[in-house]
């Protein structure tokens, strides 16, 4: 078992990656590097949960999830524009067999080569392309600190490649992915920000794709009713983007998700479908991401909650707290019955302390199961929830029941009735 921090009470302080450390979520060491922090079992948990919500919630929306390389030849990424633009964020390149090939910063050159790799019909679009991938980022090691900025992230991605008449559509779509998402893991925007090539920039020089693809994004916003503010020198180096923006308890605003309608990779890597017509054309590339990078959102998360995930996602989701060692032997049999329910449980034994004890230990778990000589006897369970509400005892089948179906539904309410 991991040892709990003695500082566990000091979860006031908002700060990820305080309460990271604290609440045993994640950590660095030095010999891996400044910038690679790793996931410890209960924080792995939070991610797993998160990644699986993201997953299911695209495969119900269409899309088809693909796995690609971390790595690429320098030359996809000189196609991509990444090189020329973008090349002093890239790690460098590595010399393999005469070839150049480089940790990849980016998951958009690999899903338009998977494109590329098949030839599409018209009736086939929009084609949703989903992967939670890795990519890499050369951050300095002055800007680097907790989840928020690394060097490895985890993005949740998506390319969706679509007629000229699908696109707001499908980014209109995207939008309320992103809401729906925010709904369930109980994070609030801060504002949503159309972001816009400003002077100096190192960006695609096309003024009339620009023109387009910031008109379509507008386009997104007004047809969703979403207040927004447009902010120039916050563009992708290939085209205008709608930002999600969230902030930490510090007032820091960063961008968790993203929309954006994408005509340059198209048109560099040479992407087609065939029309009904029976030529060539060239289709829009829609990139998305719900929930940014696992990092950051889970760094968000943190702060946002202060630890006291929603029950769906949090790392244990019911702990039981036998009276005394008399009730041992149901509590361990009640243990078995929340496992095999799907349930994260645990079991604070009585030598772990007083029951008083045992409950402050515990506060930001969902629910706590009290089990004494009566609620053993009965087959019932006293819960207490984590805001301080306490239940009358009740069978265990239809407290589990409950709890169950509020965690299958990612309700951010911890009882319903």
Known sequence: ??????????????DHRRLGRDLDLFDTDPLMGAGLPYWLPDGAVVRHTLEEYVRDAERRAGYRHVYSPVLGKRELYEISGHWAHYSEDMFPPMDLGGEQVVLRPS????????????????????????????????????????????????????HIFCTLDQAVEEAAAALRMIGEAYAALGIRPARHRLSLPGPGGKYVADPELWRRASAMLRDVLDRSGIAYEAVEGEAAFYGPKIDVQITDPGGRESTLSTVQIDFHQPERFDLHYIGPDGAKHRPVMVHRSVIGSMERAVAHLIEAHGGAFPAWLAPTQLVILPVSDAEMEHAVRLLRRCLDQGLRARLAAPEEGTLGARVRAA???????????KEAADDHIALRLRDG???????????????????????????NG
């Open 1 to 14: 078992m991991w040892p709990r921090s003695p500082h566990r009470e000091e979860t006031t302080m908002h």
């Open 107 to 158: 998951l958009c050159p690999h899903h338009a080569l998977i494109y590329r790799s098949r030839s599409h019909s018209y009736r086939e679009l929009p084609l949703r392309i989903a992967e939670l991938g890795g990519m890499y980022r050369s951050e300095l090691s002055g800007v680097l600190g907790g989840l928020t900025r690394v060097r490895a992230i985890h993005l949740n991605d998506a």
């Open 363 to 373: 506060r930001l778990v969902p629910y706590q199961a009290v089990i004494g000589s």
């Open 389 to 415: 509400r306490r239940l009358d005892p009740q069978p265990v089948d239809e407290a589990l029941h409950h709890i169950g179906d509020i965690v299958a539904r990612r309700d951010t309410h911890l009882w």
